[in-house]
């Protein structure tokens, strides 16, 4: 399994109580942006936010997905209950604003399922929900039965998660939930904690210049990091949207197919989401100029000059990485000037749709912002990573490198 790490919204000091899911939040993230960091294993715990009209199902009974791998590492064996979806519609996937509204209220009502099937239970069962399957919700099932001692069926948390999606939350509770959601985007980027709170900020902000604009991802990455959206959520639209999705048998808890741990990520079998999803174009590969207006205040100085390439092949939780970038990194590299320095990465996968990967100077060379500059710009015309992100074409297009300038 590749090391694996996630966003963090706010570090735990700041609440002395907190409710059962919320710690599932915590410990599992909840976001646009899953992270993995390569060469040893950083849990950070930030609460992260998660396709033409396609079939009522999105994917095809036949097509598996790799088990959800911060679960698998963070939950106990025998508290795992099962990786579902919940099928959800959007009308037109390449009209933005319906895209934009889609995933907010998808958000939105994942918090309110999750919170509702822990106050219904009792804390017996507990979810992380986000919409990872875009348009759908995934959700990752947890029955207490190590914690509490009792005999539960998991089967009986899929029945009080389906009466809950059944049912219409009051417009107070749709209120406080999209409230919490706009806070904790907010909180993301005035106050990240460590340096993979940082370089996951980093990477949202940019990928809203890499993705051309008007396109589906721009879209989705743009509205993950706009707090106001959430904070001005109507909660009688919402209800409306609701009562659509719930109509005609939708809403449904349904379970995931899982591949085998050793399923060839290559193979027809697994479901690869970006193929059902509409193109969205790229920015040429170049500088992109950002300021820490929008990635936030806390930017230290090797951070502020970082690189970015992708990966058009990766899938979500594959047991076994694809990206040709990996021999790259976390290895002492010689650069021009006689210059030796430590490059490090941090990947991060979009929605389960694109994975990109940043690159970024070792403090301990690159001790003061003109140096990580220097180390940067040799680093985006080194061959190797330019032949990764050539080597990841999609409809053409090179996916990088992008040197990122923070200003």
Not at 39 to 47: I, K, N, S, Y
Not at 143 to 171: F, M, N, W, Y
Not at 326 to 344: E, G, M, V, W
Not at 375 to 384: E, L, N, R, T
């Amino acid at each position: 399994m590749r090391p694996t790490t996630v966003g963090v919204s706010s570090p735990r000091s700041r609440c002395s109580l907190v409710s059962p899911e919320t710690k599932e939040r915590r410990k599992l993230g909840v976001t646009l942006m899953t992270l993995r960091v390569r060469g040893a294993l950083l849990v950070f715990l930030f609460a992260l936010t998660g396709w033409v009209v396609f079939p009522e199902n999105a994917f095809s009974d036949a097509k598996c997905f790799f088990s959800d791998a911060l679960g698998a590492t963070f939950v106990p064996s025998e508290d795992r209950g099962g990786e579902f979806q919940i099928a959800l519609s959007v009308n037109d996937f390449h009209d933005v604003k319906q895209v934009q509204k889609h995933f907010v209220y998808a958000t939105v009502w994942a918090r309110l399922l999750a919170s509702q099937l822990a106050a219904d239970t009792g804390g017996l069962c507990n979810a992380v929900i986000g919409p990872y399957l875009f348009p759908n919700l995934h959700v990752f099932l947890i029955a207490h039965r190590a914690r509490t001692g009792a005999i539960s069926d998991p089967a009986s948390c899929v029945h009080s998660l389906e009466k809950v999606a059944k049912s219409q939350p009051s417009a107070e509770s749709i209120s406080a939930a999209a409230l919490k959601e706009s806070q904790t985007i907010s909180r993301r980027f005035s106050s990240p904690v460590g340096y993979i709170g940082v370089e996951d900020n980093i990477l949202k902000i940019a990928l809203r210049q890499i993705y051309g604009p008007d396109t589906f991802m721009n879209a989705l990455v743009s509205i993950s990091t706009n707090s106001e959206a959430f904070h001005s959520l109507d909660p009688v639209e919402f209800q409306a949207w609701l009562q659509a999705q719930q109509s005609g048998g939708r809403s449904e808890v349904n379970p995931i197919a899982i591949c085998a741990p050793d399923t060839n990520p290559k193979s027809d079998r697994v479901a690869h989401p970006r193929e059902t999803l509409p193109y969205s174009n790229l920015a040429a590969a170049g500088l992109i100029r950002l300021s820490t207006t929008d990635t936030g205040p806390v930017v230290p100085p090797t951070l502020r000059h970082v690189i970015i390439v992708g990966d058009s092949q990766d899938v979500a939780n594959a047991p076994h990485p694809s990206l040709t970038i990996d021999d790259y990194c976390n290895k002492q590299h010689s650069l021009p000037n006689h210059t030796q320095a430590r490059i490090h990465c941090l990947e991060a996968m979009a929605l389960n749709i694109d994975t990109w990967t940043m690159l970024f100077c070792d403090a301990d060379d690159c001790t003061s912002e003109s140096a990580a500059e220097s180390v940067m710009a040799a680093v985006a015309k080194d061959q190797a990573v330019i032949t990764s992100a050539e080597g990841s074409l999609a409809r053409g297009q090179a996916r990088g490198p992008y040197l990122v300038a923070i200003e």
